[in-house]
């Protein structure tokens, strides 16, 4: 059997996994969130550092160059490269540089230092930077040796070693023109150790970030769902007091309908010891009638209580209930049951229907001459099953319209005049319309109308003609 939708919902709301996996998940969410910040914050970190002695060096270069320009110490044609490699090779002398290499315009190797280091073009996409005036810096972790040794002079080139390769571009002074290429090879060692301190203390620094947030952040969560617990909690006990409200509310249109049901019976049976039982045959038929309806009235309501009370489940059909409501009339042919449409209604909803139907019939038959009948035709609309209770009686009086489902002075004898008003009271139990549609001289009509869209109602399963 399929678990109900309130269990399930407490289970859920109960479950210390819930509350785990959402902690869980937000603190996944929030380490993602700090080493995705921190990846990007240390790349930016990373490229200034690897950009900062590039910048250093093509400053020296300028500065450099400017000088010898200004006191015509240059050994050749500006537009030369090789007339700057004195000044590159002075540059070179700087702490950690350990290779130069010179560029053509077009990045073609002309010469380098030491004699030993390998011949190479100059990479594209660096040599598209120099196009753009611009320096261009690499950083590469271990560098086995022997790729910058020629004529392995070099004793152990087997050997690696952190590398800072820094391109920059040759220009003349007041000129946008490049003239060439000088690449420096630098020991890379102090920037490699920069960089593990980088991330030793960004890896600190994102523990404490989410050390604190996470702990901020699970107290939170913690304290909301303990809310949302006990919110669920106060719902729960408000729909169980609306619950308990509908079925009191319930039990008191039933038990109203039983007083209603027993006042005459008990009325005629008062008269009858006042009168000393009587001397008919007849009267002694009445009085056991008139103990038979109590007895059976109060059956049904018995009935009907214990279905609230103990959630017994029990289904019925439109056809069912109509051959019950004719059961219990006991009109003959003087009680004409038209069915277009069938129906599955659960037992509860089907025993107050007949209740109300009962009440409905009973004062229709009282209002109906005995030559004329008195019908029940239980039809389909869009939005609802209706029944409706056709007399032939002389109508409604004009001066009860306004009070019709309002507890009144019977016009029967023997009446309480409360019978519409327990109907209309039942039929709200339904979720149902009970109104008077139609009033004349020739007859009244009463319509109860129970909507689909009421639990109680399930699919039409077929129509059918009585």
Known sequence: MMKSLPHIQRQFFRSKWLVAGSVVLALLLLAGAIFLIEFQFRNQLRARLINRDGEILQTVLLMQQSANEANDELSGPLDDPQTYFDEILKISRAKGIVAVRLFDPV?????????????MDLAAADQAKMAQLKPASHFRPAVP????DLLNEISDSE???????????LQMKGSRQLIGSAQFLMEGTSLAEAFVELDR??????????????????????????????????LLAANRELTQAAKTTAVGAVTSHLIHGLKNP????QNFVNNQGGQEPSDWQDAAAAAQRMQSLIAEVVRVLKEQEGGEGYELSLSDLADTVAAK??????????????????GRQASLIVLVLENLIENALAATPPNKPVRLDILETSEAIVFEVVD????????????????CRSTKPGGGGIGLAISKQLSSQLGAGLELRKNSSNGCVFSLSVPKTFDAVSPVLEKKTA
């Open 107 to 119: 990045g073609k190797f002309i010469n380098a230092f030491p004699a030993y280091v390998t011949e």
């Open 145 to 148: 040796l022997k790729e910058f």
């Open 159 to 169: 050997k690696t070693m952190p590398l800072l390769e820094i391109n920059l571009p």
């Open 201 to 234: 203390q960004l890896w600190w620094k994102g523990a404490g970030i989410f050390g604190g947030c996470g702990l901020l952040l699970t107290g939170v969560l913690i304290f909301a769902f303990r809310r949302v617990q006990a919110t669920h909690r106060q």
């Open 266 to 269: 008990l009325s005629g049976l």
């Open 329 to 346: 009339m006991k009109a003959g042919p003087r009680l004409q049951i038209r069915q277009d449409v069938d129906a599955i209604l659960t």
């Open 392 to 407: 032939e009686g002389p109508g409604m009086p004009a001066e009860m319209r306004d009070s019709l489902f309002k507890p």
